[in-house]
């Protein structure tokens, strides 16, 4: 008998895999970072293409100044949560400047993406309340579900019919909170939210949450993400994402105009219980969001990037996400195809993350990429280049596929994940002869 | 409604484990669920799922569902 008993198929699994000589991706150290986009990796020269760094504010001038001058003025940490000892200025700052970029009257910020996602949707929804959840949801909202005392009810991803559906079979008399991602971080598809949020609107006592974790700064005229995109910001009840990804540091918030929004301080549970953000943080997420509505540079140069590699890699016959976008994963059919191709990419010196279910929708095996702002024409065309011998390496382009992104069919056998999505229906089985 | 989760085409009763018998993992569990809800016209929440071991389990939990609704 040993604790650990129970991950032995885990650690079997995991042995058979990893054990076999040369790098694994779990245990990919950046010994040196070079730039947003380049880091010295086992001695090789790297490009980051899954960093999801999206406009590169990292090493921004502006970004690690006020960090310093953070640093400088407030010490290494806070050393205590935000109800005792753990609000500075900055922290009041950071909060003004967010209500100001959504133009909401609250918000508040957290000390992880994950802990906003915890706090707001273990908080909203209380026992007698119900949330739909989009069935791609990222970890930490079914999590935010688990930690509460809400029904939880999954629906069909980005499908705003099954979504009416479901609502609907609970009833006017309850509350209910639709909890969706502005664009999944998987595939990279974006919510429909002007279809979600019309349904919100015909079914009473709804509410609508949005993990913008991934469009912050990448949608949206200033960069607000999927909701101002669409134009329907002002009919989105919550707003959460994250300081991890666009905005260069780490860290989370939720804004909204709800009049008793700021009650949330005194009730949500991992906003309260942990430490602060340290004020190099606060000041640099404080400035990047500066950045990101003011530079919409930034997010044309981004997607200029996601375009060409999309482009690049559809054109070789590879299977990708329906449409382009700046998270471009790469379909592969099995685990060990995965992981080959993966640890060819890395000896190339080309770094994407390699996922795997369960975190990914339909048990897919993918290799994710996401694109920099500060990725140049040069190292994009290096990367499909990379991409397009490993494949031909690995059987899974012909030999006709070329650099150029020549079109090429293979036999039907690599399609559109869109065109594979409506052929399997609602994937029924598919999960799990996938995963076997 | 399991024939298409039966990859391997298995007897089916009512001690059939979902997880080690059927060998469905969590998302599979969770569309197994979806089509119960639309066949039935019920609500199914994802909270009863770590009370769910066996198809008896879940063909009784889907019952009471079915119950209280009429």
């Known amino acids: 008998m040993d604790l ?8 079997r699994d995991r042995d058979a895999l990893f054990n076999t000589g040369g790098p694994v991706p779990t245990g990919i150290c950046m010994d040196e ?17 899954g960093t999801n760094n999206y406009l590169g504010l990292t090493f921004d001038p502006r970004t690690v100044g006020a960090a310093e001058k953070g640093l400088k003025d407030g010490g290494t940490g806070t050393t205590g949560s935000r109800n005792c000892n753990g609000t500075y200025s900055g922290h009041k700052a950071l909060e003004t400047k967010l209500a100001e970029f959504y133009g909401t009257k609250g918000s508040m910020v957290f000390s992880t993406g994950y802990q906003a996602n915890l706090s707001m949707i273990s908080t909203l929804a209380g026992p007698k309340d119900y949330i739909l959840i989009d069935a791609d949801c990222h970890a930490s909202i079914y999590d935010g579900c688990k930690l509460g ?38 595939l990279g598809d974006i919510a429909p939210l002007d279809e979600f949020v019309a349904v919100k609107s015909r079914v009473p006592n709804t509410y609508i949450l949005v993990d913008e974790a991934h469009s912050l700064g990448v949608l949206g005229e200033t960069g607000r993400g999927a909701a101002q995109h669409f134009g329907v910001g002002d009919q989105v009840d919550f707003i959460v994402g994250t300081f991890s990804k666009s905005v260069g540091t780490i860290g989370g918030y939720c804004v909204s105009n709800h009049p008793k929004f700021d009650i949330l301080r005194l009730v949500a549970r991992p906003y309260m219980f942990t430490a602060s953000l340290p004020p190099s943080v ?39 996400g329906a449409a382009a976008s700046p998270v471009v994963a790469v379909r592969v059919p099995s685990l060990e195809i995965a992981f080959a191709f993966w640890r060819s990419l890395i000896e190339s010196g080309i770094y994407v993350n390699l996922m795997v279910p369960p975190a990914t929708p339909q048990s897919w095996y993918l290799l994710r990429c996401s694109l920099c702002a500060a990725h140049t024409t040069a190292q994009i065309d290096t990367i499909i280049g990379v991409f397009i011998k490993i494949g031909m390496e690995l059987g899974l382009l012909p030999e006709a596929a070329n650099a150029n992104g020549q079109a090429v069919s293979i036999n039907g056998r690599l399609r559109s994940v869109a065109g594979a999505k409506r052929a399997s229906g609602r994937r029924a089985g598919g999960a799990a002869a996938a995963t076997g | 409604m399991l024939t298409p989760f039966n990859k391997e085409g298995i007897a089916l009763t009512r001690e059939t484990n979902i997880a080690t018998d059927l060998e469905l993992d ?26 769910l071991e066996t198809i008896g389990q879940m063909a009784d939990a889907v019952e009471s569902i079915v119950q209280g609704k009429n």
């Not at chain 1, 996601?306 to 016959?317: F, H, I, M, T």
């Not at chain 2, 599979?28 to 199914?44: N, W």
Request: aromatic share 6%; proline share 4%.
């Open chain 1, 4 to 11: 650990f008993d129970k991950f032995d198929p885990l650690i």
């Open chain 1, 33 to 49: 970072l070079v730039s947003q986009t380049v880091a010295i990796v086992d001695g090789r020269e790297t490009i980051l293409v």
């Open chain 1, 149 to 186: 005392n809400a029904t939880v009810i999954r629906f069909r991803h980005n499908d705003p019919v099954d979504l009416e559906k479901r609502l609907k079979r609970l009833g006017d008399d309850v509350n209910k909170l639709i909890v969706v991602e502005g664009i999944y971080s998987m």
């Open chain 1, 282 to 320: 606060v000041a640099s997420a404080t400035v990047a969001l500066d950045i990101i509505q003011n530079t919409p540079s930034l997010r044309k140069k981004l997607w200029s990037n996601a375009n060409r590699l999309y482009r690049g890699l559809s054109g070789a016959g590879f299977e990708l």
């Open chain 2, 26 to 51: 969590s998302l599979a569990v969770m569309d197994l669920l979806a089509a119960i809800e639309d066949e039935f016209d019920i609500s199914v929440p994802l909270n009863i799922l770590p009370d």
